[in-house]
T-cell receptor, first 114, second 113 residues
Framework: EAQVTQNPRYLITVTGKKLTVTCSQN?????MSWYRQDPGLGLRQIYY???????DKGDVPEGYKVSRKEKRNFPLILESPSPNQTSLYFC?????????????FGPGTRLLVL | AQSVTQPDIHITVSEGASLELRCNYS??????LFWYVQSPGQGLQLLLK??????LVQGIKGFEAEFKRSQSSFNLRKPSVHWSDAAEYFC???????????FGTGTRLQVFP
């Protein structure tokens, strides 16, 4: 089954404690991205990756890092989380940039930073 | 500023009533246009898309949307809403030269029996 998986689904942490949210897809997609969803703001793109070792900033990259060492994985790293990063995070993948009709979203990770 | 606007934050309709969710964009050219649905606790699912051609597009779950260039709008419609349609709906645009999908702020739909 084609899918995007994220872990963990729920996370409570404290300010400054480094965390990583994993994202994995099984469709051999080239393009992957991370979004955060906040009430009244919709989804905003954090980072995206066009392919292995190719990443770029989205609209709200501050406070986040990503890496793309393998095609299937695209982890999101918060080196020093702060309360304003409390949000719902979605990973997504599509076959390549611009093929939005083939985009799959993960189930989401709800993060609370105290 | 370039943007995607969904003017209705929250809409409530009765089951069986018709539905129209509004979406406006402000870009120089006509972008590719999309509607997504997010059911509670779920990721986003693509309902329909417009690239070119016929301005009335059909999607899944009985939804349709009409592109109106003169109004820079891409409104989502359904003739008869079902309780299972209660969800959040997002309009999105693809700008040709940016490899990014830009989302509107969403409209939450509540359906009463």
């Amino acid at each position: 089954e084609a899918q995007v998986t994220q872990n963990p689904r729920y996370l409570i942490t404290v300010t400054g404690k480094k965390l990583t949210v994993t994202c994995s897809q099984n469709m051999n997609h080239e393009y992957m991205s991370w979004y955060r969803q906040d009430p009244g703001l919709g989804l905003r793109q954090i980072y995206y990756s066009m392919n292995v070792e190719v990443t770029d900033k989205g609209d709200v990259p501050e406070g986040y890092k990503v890496s793309r060492k393998e095609k299937r994985n695209f982890p999101l790293i918060l080196e020093s989380p702060s309360p304003n990063q409390t949000s719902l995070y979605f990973c997504a993948s599509n076959s390549r940039a611009g093929t939005w009709e083939t985009q799959y979203f993960g189930p989401g990770t709800r993060l609370l930073v105290l | 500023a370039q943007s995607v606007t969904q003017p209705d934050i929250h809409i409530t309709v009765s089951e069986g009533a018709s539905l129209e969710l509004r979406c406006n964009y402000s870009y120089g050219a006509t972008p590719y246009l999309f509607w997504y649905v997010q059911s509670p606790g779920q990721g986003l699912q693509l309902l329909l898309k417009y690239f070119s051609g016929d301005t009335l597009v059909q999607g899944i779950k009985g939804f349709e949307a009409e592109f109106k260039r003169s109004q820079s709008s891409f409104n989502l419609r359904k003739p008869s809403v079902h309780w299972s349609d209660a969800a959040e709906y997002f309009c999105a645009v693809d700008l040709y030269n940016t490899d990014k999908l830009i989302f509107g702020t969403g409209t939450r739909l509540q359906v009463f029996p």
